[in-house]
């Protein structure tokens, strides 16, 4: 009783964050807002018996992948968009494809309700943190070295799509210095050149 209590609190905050996430313009509101349902689902995990999982989404989601995302927000330095007039049909798109997931959702739920109720063996360790570990680093090695070396090449290259936009204008700034204070001739001297 008490956790399907739990569950259906947590999943409504889930939704409520999920719904404030898709409507607020501003993207920094919406990262916030998607915090919020990491969390919610964090503590869904919780009270399905699985602490491990709901550390890691804490820890990975709600804390490093929303930091790279709000610095990924301020590095592009959003303004505010216009309206665009000419994709007001998929307003309509978007509805018709929203109500198609909400009667899945109420398929699902019927299903879930009409399906036979099973035993839980607790003595297995689904879940668990040991489990967990000994798979990936037994079984799943190759997998997570992969995930590794991607997230690594994901980092490399977006601080050097990052240098690359950013040094055009810092040449410029540095020629105008130059040409400001009279020092023209040495605008292309390989000392001050980046």
Do not use: W
């Amino acid at each position: 009783m008490v956790g399907s209590v739990l569950f259906f609190l947590f999943a409504g905050l889930a939704i409520a964050c999920a719904i404030s996430m898709v409507y607020h313009r501003n993207p920094l509101y919406s990262a916030i807002s998607l915090v919020g349902v990491f969390i919610s689902l964090s503590c869904i995990y919780v009270t399905l018996a699985a602490p491990f999982i709901a550390a890691v989404q804490v820890l990975i989601y709600a804390g490093a992948i929303m930091v790279l995302v709000v610095f990924v927000i301020m590095l592009l330095n959003l303004d505010e968009d216009k309206p665009l007039n000419r994709l007001r049909y998929l307003y309509g798109v978007g509805g018709g494809l929203g109500l198609i997931l909400l009667a899945q959702t109420f398929f699902i739920f019927y299903a879930v309700i009409k399906a036979p109720q099973q035993a839980v063996n607790n003595a297995e360790t689904v879940g668990k943190t040991m489990s967990i570990g000994q798979g990936m680093y037994t079984e799943y090695l190759l997998p997570v070295e992969i995930v590794g070396v991607l997230l690594l090449m994901a980092i490399i290259g977006g601080v050097v799509l990052a240098r690359r936009l950013a040094q055009p204008q810092l040449e410029l700034l540095v020629n105008e210095e130059l040409e400001a204070r009279g020092l023209e001739e040495e605008i292309d001297d390989y000392r001050i050149s980046m």
